[in-house]
């Protein structure tokens, strides 16, 4: 199926400094999603986005969902070595009875102590 | 949040054998849920669509007759690996979509099944 456009790929970043990764769309979505995935595991979902242009936080985590609805952006500030993992955008669509999900290709998160 | 539960977590069948994988939503009912494959270091690859009492929706390029879905229940969905090859190997995810009234929903992971075919 098709994917959205997530970047960056990975990241190598020193423990204390601010992440920030984004996901853009050619397509509209109602709702925009970001998971964390640790290895071996089921992704885990960290923030949902509903409205266009809303903002939410969760914790050090940050994500808006573009005012377009083609776009969505996660920061993490201060991060710490236990933010490592695979970070993954989605955009859903809701049509009639259908749910179309699509997922970004992950942003593969380093963290050095 | 929500819970889904995948069972068995790992498995290893033989070459030629059939292996179903379970996705259970345990606090919810999930109209929809939806199966994903994933190869070491990428990302999520939809196989499949699984509305409750209808045949399910492949991704182009998925064998149905090779990945049997069956969505019987609101909280229960099935993958079956038929004839299992070694390239059928992989770490398979099913995800649960919990709708709402008030909120437009969210979509949770089970754990996963690792499959390894010999």
């Known amino acids: 199926g098709q994917q959205l456009n997530q970047s960056p790929q990975s990241m190598f970043i020193q423990e204390g400094e601010d992440v920030s990764m984004n996901c853009t769309s050619s397509s509209i979505f109602n709702t925009w999603l970001w998971y964390k995935q640790d290895p071996g595991e089921g992704p885990v979902l960290l923030i949902a986005?509903?409205?266009?242009?809303e903002l939410t936080s969760n914790g050090r985590l940050t994500a808006q969902f573009g005012i377009t609805r083609k776009d969505s952006f996660l920061n993490i500030s201060a991060s710490i070595p236990s933010d490592v993992g695979i970070y993954f955008c989605a955009g859903h669509l809701n049509h009639g009875n259908n749910n179309d999900m699509r997922f970004g290709a992950g942003t593969r998160l380093t963290v050095k102590p | 949040g929500a819970v889904v539960s995948q069972h068995p977590s790992r498995v290893i069948c033989k070459s030629g054998t059939s292996v179903k994988i379970e996705c259970r939503s345990l606090d919810f009912q999930a109209t929809t849920m939806f199966w994903y494959r994933q190869f070491p270091k990428q990302s999520l690859m939809l196989m499949a669509t699984s509305n409750e009492g209808s045949k399910a929706t492949y991704e182009q390029g998925v064998e149905k007759d090779k990945f049997l879905i069956n969505h019987a229940s609101l909280t229960l969905s099935t993958l079956t690996v038929t004839s299992a090859h070694p390239e059928d190997s992989s770490f398979y995810i099913c995800?649960?979509?919990?709708?709402?009234?008030?909120?437009?929903?969210?979509?949770?992971f089970g754990e996963g099944s690792r499959l390894t075919v010999l």
């Open positions: 995800s649960a979509w919990r709708g709402g009234q008030v909120w437009p929903g969210e979509l949770f």
């Open positions: 986005l509903y409205k266009a242009g």
